[in-house]
């Protein structure tokens, strides 16, 4: 609780904030429309705002994704819960468990607070060969967590183990593993480093604004290695690092991404990566450090962090769609916060440097059922295109490709828009905007008239990011789902994650443009279906404990 505590009072102290944080779709040639089912909220996962196609828990309050891990055909989620309110307090490590990242089923609480110790943020992987000695044979492999145990007095690193492909856990009898007398030190990521065959360990020291590195053979004796920060961002408080190489696409180089979250008073919560080298001891930073790199645009992406041991080699990316200024006063009712898409991760080389490319996961296609398409029209202002056409919806895809090119006689009549994009959630005094400046070359989403924004102060916002065009086009893939906004702008160059509170009955979709004219080369909408069910799909998961 102190962390939070702390950072609250910072922000109180500024007076500027509180810190508290499937339809039918009938078809038929060039319309899609909804029946709506918005008023439906006695049914599971039906209450007002709650997700359709993203992981919450059935109730009570979550935080950061914990302990991602891959084995033997699951894909483990276990994320910051409070078996007791909807609030956060109590932390203990809440568990579910996909086949494909979509659709999830949720496990019993694996890790409970005990005593005064609460199981804050931390990793999980496979101890393929039993380095720990942990597992039940010599040679067998089994799952260990490596988390903070925190009281009021000192965050130490622990760990865990589980004989059962992650159904139950023990706890390590000599924890701490990791113990440097210090007040704020937590959230351990874990990985296996393959080249110098041993465990690495990155870890937050949050207030000095820098991460820690240790190797250890068997995940109970560690070694400092070195240390990295401040660097980037360096206002707030560091939390929740990853760190993992990638190829720079189509190049067949390797480099190091180190994730940081970080959490300020004015900004709330962020985060910010860098790009570099790891020869297994230390960080070096590929840019100048005052270079920031963000990760996510949008206001509500938090603690994101990479699966472990993936088989495929994929780097699979999850963050907490929420943000410490408002999320424990977010108006929902029995359940609290959602994590976001999965989204992967590539490297790829730009003008202005190596940049981290994001693509939601090719998996959530599964999900789609009505579409429509469009291709080739020309809009103006005051056009209205869509709405006329009765487009609607609460959980959609939605891929917009738009050109603005010079005509050669530029006229007043055929002048080129100066802003452009799409409005979802539309309806009387209601709208969120997913558009594009031209002038500033930036992709933005505003949720100043989103719906519900008056539960905090600073809720309002227009999220920002600079998105330089390519050839003239501009591309939006769009995830809409009840309560949330996911953008990715030019095939992942920047991605956008907000949460909005609408209106459930106000949901038209609208393409507009201002200040003249713009070609929307292609349209895709598809309405996306609902991944919950009151009775679990065991052709999901089957081995449920
Ligand atoms: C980040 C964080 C972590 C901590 C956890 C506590 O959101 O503050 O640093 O381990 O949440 O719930």
Redesign the pocket.
Known sequence: MK?LLLSCFSLLCLGLYCCTSPTDYTTNTDTLSQTDSSNDDSGYYQEPYRLAYHFSPEKNWM??PNGLVYYQGNYHLFY?YNPTGTR?GH?SWGHAVSKDLVHWEHWPVALEMEDSTMI??GSAVVDQHNSSGLCQAPDSSCLVAIY?AHTDSIQNQAIAYSHDRGRTWTKYKNNPVLDEGMKDF??PKVFWHEKERKWVMVVALPREKKVRFYESHNLIQWNMMSEFGPEGFVDGIW??PDLFELEVEGTGQRKWVLLV?YNADLTGSAMQYFTGDFDGKSFQNDNTNDLVLTLDYGRDF??GVTWNQVPDQRRLLIG?FNN?MYANDIPTSTWRSAQSIVRELQLKEFPEGIRLIQRPIPALQALRQAHKHEENITIKEGDNFLSLENIQGKQLEIIAEFVYEAIDTPSEANALASEFGIKVFKGDKQETIIGYDVASQSLFVDRTQSGDTTFTEGFVAKTVGLMPAEEGTIKMHIFVDRSSIEVFGNDGYIVMSNRIFPDPQKDAVDIYTTGGMVTLKSLDIWELQSIWSAEADQSLVSDKP
């Open positions: 962390i935080n950061d910051q956060w932390m804050f943020s903070t937590r959230d939390e929740c979250s938090y603690a907490w410490w």
